[in-house]
């Protein structure tokens, strides 16, 4: 199977821009979407196939990917962005298979 | 909007069977998606437990593939899992989620399950 690699924490001062990036021979086939969670809540989708947002997330927050890297932008970060954040892709197996990044928990200072 | 509910005993005893279900509301679960299980041990990461196509096709993370069963109830609008043989290494959230192959994007709230005696 393959495996998905994220820094495990990140931090950003209020207002400036963060990049939280994801790494992966999977990305190089398949495109990454990820997820905010905070604490004691479920993961919401905030970006899915490589730059796309699902109705309500704020267009601070954006996607990118080349090679096997993909990455989340949030361009002026907020307090209520500091959270977990993670990156899902397709297993590039063959088997359908899904596969998460370890997480980022982002600071916003 | 999709609406995804977890339902399932809290506490499960080491080698026995977790079992839990996911009510989905708000959309036929018949409408050609995906279906999936997420699990988070506390205070770690998300893990792919497996998915299930509406014609009951299954496809399962290969770590836990050997204790793992998924099944649809499509006149209940339901999906369920299963996983055998529990220790305490299987306590965490377990979550499920519609899953669109590249993304999963409706959620469940979660439930803990804890498995000990």
């Known amino acids: 199977s393959s495996e998905l690699t994220q820094d495990p924490a990140v931090s950003v001062a209020l207002g400036q821009t963060v990049r939280i990036t994801c790494q992966g021979d999977?990305?190089?086939?398949?495109?990454a979407s990820w997820y905010q969670q905070k604490p004691g809540q479920a993961p919401v989708l905030v970006i899915y196939?490589?730059?796309n947002r699902p109705s309500g997330i704020p267009d601070r927050f954006s996607g990118s990917s080349s090679g096997n890297t993909a990455s989340l932008t949030i361009t002026g970060a907020q307090a209520e962005d500091e959270a977990d954040y993670y990156c899902?892709?397709?297993?590039?197996?063959?088997?359908?298979?899904?596969?998460f990044g370890g997480g980022t928990r982002l600071t916003v200072l | 909007q999709v609406q995804l509910q977890e339902s399932g005993p809290g506490l499960v005893r080491p080698s026995e069977t977790l079992s839990l279900t996911c009510t989905v509301s708000?959309?036929?679960?018949?409408?050609?998606?995906?279906w999936g299980w997420i699990r988070q041990p506390p205070g770690k990461g998300l893990e792919y437990i497996g998915s299930?196509?509406?014609?009951?096709?299954?496809y399962y993370n290969p770590s836990l593939k050997s204790r793992v069963t998924m099944s649809i109830d499509t006149s209940k609008n339901q999906f369920s899992l299963n996983l055998s043989s529990v220790t305490a290494t299987d306590t965490a959230v377990y979550y499920c989620?519609?899953?669109?192959?590249?993304?999963?994007?409706?959620w469940g709230q979660g439930t803990l399950v804890t498995v000990s005696s």
């Open positions: 989620a519609r899953d669109q192959v590249y993304y999963f994007d409706n």
């Open positions: 708000g959309s036929s679960i018949n409408t050609g998606y995906y």
């Open positions: 899902n892709s397709r297993d590039s197996s063959g088997h359908h298979l899904r596969v």
């Open positions: 196939n490589k730059d």
């Open positions: 299930i196509y509406q014609s009951g096709s299954t």
């Open positions: 999977t990305l190089r086939t398949y495109y």
